[in-house]
């Protein structure tokens, strides 16, 4: 199986990069509380940082709102993952722990203010895309039942005719979503080589050494640019 971006996506995000985990054998069923415990001090540290700072206007922020207005998507209306998160906590609104790897994740992402996903890849047949859209795609959004019709030319991760987020970072699928009987997985964390590739980097192997720690899986790590973009596993 390969994690492709596709071409074309370089011609509106040139310096667009993804660092990559992939982690197989993962046991999500149980609780951790050194988990819980990181991502609540995590949520403080966040709810500090942003005390007097509107998330929209930190550095960490704007090149992904830059790169929403390129691929013409309004981010006052539509929200990358890491400002939501960073959003709801700024106004102590904290957020639920979910299950382990969820949590785990969110508990780096905010640290490194980085959008970071997690996919199921059991849960996929064919390559994992960074691409646009189709008129053949099919989206079902996260927490719902019924499925939504995608139009052509929106940014998308996908597998298949699946898409799995809709508008690049903004809302994830239901298929693929991580539970407790997750047991192999893929993570992307995407950036923008000059700006953030480095805390990509940064976050990525503090990721793996987690994940390695309290699941004991085996690990396979990556970086996905417009020079390599792709990474087969």
């Excluded at 960073?86 to 203010?113: C, F, H, Q, W």
């Excluded at 859209?133 to 719902?144: A, C, R, V, Y």
């Excluded at 805390?199 to 640019?225: H, P, Q, V, W």
Aim: one cysteine or more; glycine letters at 4%; a negative charge.
């Amino acid at each position: 199986m390969k994690f492709i971006i596709e071409n074309k996506v370089f011609e509106t995000l040139n310096n667009l990069c993804v660092a990559v985990i992939i982690a197989r054998g993962i046991n999500n069923t149980k609780k951790i509380d050194d988990i819980s415990m990181m991502l609540k001090e995590n949520i403080e540290n966040v709810e500090k940082e942003f005390e007097n700072v509107k998330v929209k206007e930190s550095n960490y922020i704007k090149c992904y709102r830059d790169a929403f207005q390129k691929l013409n998507i309004n981010p006052n209306k539509f929200m990358c993952s890491i400002e939501a998160l960073l959003t709801r906590i700024s106004k102590k609104k904290g957020m639920p722990e979910i299950n382990s790897v969820v949590d785990l994740v969110n508990a780096v992402s905010i640290k490194y203010k980085l959008p970071m996903g997690a996919h199921d890849l059991d849960s996929m047949n064919e390559d994992f895309y960074i691409r646009y859209s189709t008129d053949n795609d099919i989206f079902l959004p996260f927490g719902e039942t019924d499925t939504e019709n995608m139009e052509s030319n929106e940014l998308v991760y996908a597998s298949s005719n699946d898409i799995r987020t809709r508008r690049w970072i903004w809302r994830q699928s239901e298929h693929g979503k991580i539970i407790e009987s997750s047991k192999n997985i893929i993570f992307p964390i995407d950036a923008f080589v000059g700006i953030n590739d480095d805390k990509a980097i940064n976050a990525r192997e503090e990721l793996s050494n987690l994940l390695s720690k309290f699941f004991n899986c085996e690990i396979i790590t990556g970086m996905i640019d417009a020079k390599n973009n792709y990474i087969e596993f």
